[in-house]
């Protein structure tokens, strides 16, 4: 397309009119381009204003709406926390009844008076390698030599007490050693701890038949101390050969578990008399044998089939 003359002059004036109204705009707070500035917010402010009425209450509605939704989750998340604090709480109640009812019941069979206490720390301390610390002492009525169990059995000694603590020698400690005797029998030995989680048991006749699943329990110290009679220690896991030796060597497998221990009892009181098997727990009964599987029946003979005999011609 051709451009003419006259129309590169109306565009050369166009362009000078815009420049010359910047210009005076940049200028002056007067002149056509505010006066078309002012003409445009005359129109628009009505506009405007009547837009943000309809639209502003809607926005601050979701507004709203999102701070009362993130003060909700909020609540939402203060409640589970509760109800997590709860059922820590609720399950850690159950368990300690659950401790304190075998702790009562071993007390109650074995006519042993205890002072139950809470275990509050583990570890090594004075020289021994397997100790607890529980939160009763003198004033509780602990003494040193006293014996220490729970629901399940022997848990170890007292060894030293403060007004409000004392400390415990567990069973296993390489240091501790206890007589022990046979389930059902008069057959004595001296159990001890090697640190581990099983038991040793050095039985003094040698001529005694020792089983797996044996039971055995406290022989008992004269008065009491630090070992009352009758409290169960575990079961017989494996007998070992000693041929021509003095004793019978086996290891036993503790009812207690050293790595849970929680509620425990002082023995501040032994009994009157010997409570021999009486604080074991029933044993359980055996398993029923297997049915035996029926015999085979025994293959049909096959019935020979017919045989047919042709005569032969002379």
């Known amino acids: 397309m051709r451009d003419s003359r006259r129309t590169r002059v109306v565009l050369a004036l166009l362009l000078l009119a815009s420049v010359t109204l910047i210009m005076l705009d940049a200028r002056s707070s007067s002149g056509p381009a505010a006066w078309l500035r002012s003409t445009a917010q005359s129109i628009w402010a009505p506009v405007q204003t009547a837009f943000s009425g309809v639209v502003g209450p809607v926005v601050e509605f979701f507004d709203g709406l999102g701070d009362d939704e993130q003060a909700r989750l909020d609540e939402l998340e203060r409640e589970n926390a509760e109800l997590r604090a709860q059922l820590r709480t609720s399950e850690l109640a159950r368990n300690r009844a659950a401790e304190l009812d075998a702790l009562l019941r071993v007390a109650g069979a074995g006519q042993y008076r205890t002072v139950p206490a809470q275990v509050i720390a583990v570890g090594p301390a004075q020289g021994f390698a397997s100790t607890a610390t529980i939160d009763a002492g003198e004033i509780d009525g602990l003494r040193p030599e006293m014996t220490v169990l729970n629901g399940d059995g022997l848990v170890g000694r007292v060894k030293s007490v403060t007004q409000t603590t004392a400390l415990v020698v567990l069973l296993k400690d390489a240091t501790s050693s206890v007589g022990a005797r046979l389930e059902g029998s ?80 002082v023995v501040v009181e032994a009994p009157r008399e010997d409570p021999r098997d009486s604080v074991l727990p029933p044993k359980p009964a055996p398993s029923p044998a297997p049915a035996p599987e029926p015999a085979p029946a025994p293959a049909a003979t096959p019935t020979p089939s017919p045989v047919a005999f042709r005569g032969s011609r002379g």
């Open 186 to 265: 008069m057959d004595l030995g001296i159990l001890t701890g090697d640190g581990t989680d099983t038991l040793a048991l050095r039985v003094l006749d040698p001529q005694v038949t020792i089983a797996a699943d044996d039971r055995v329990v406290t022989f008992g110290s004269s008065g009491g101390s630090p070992y009352v009679p009758g409290v169960p220690i575990g079961a017989v896991s494996r007998v070992e050969s000693t041929p021509g030796q003095l004793v019978r060597l086996a290891t036993v497998d503790p009812y207690v578990d050293f790595n849970a221990l929680d509620l425990v009892g």
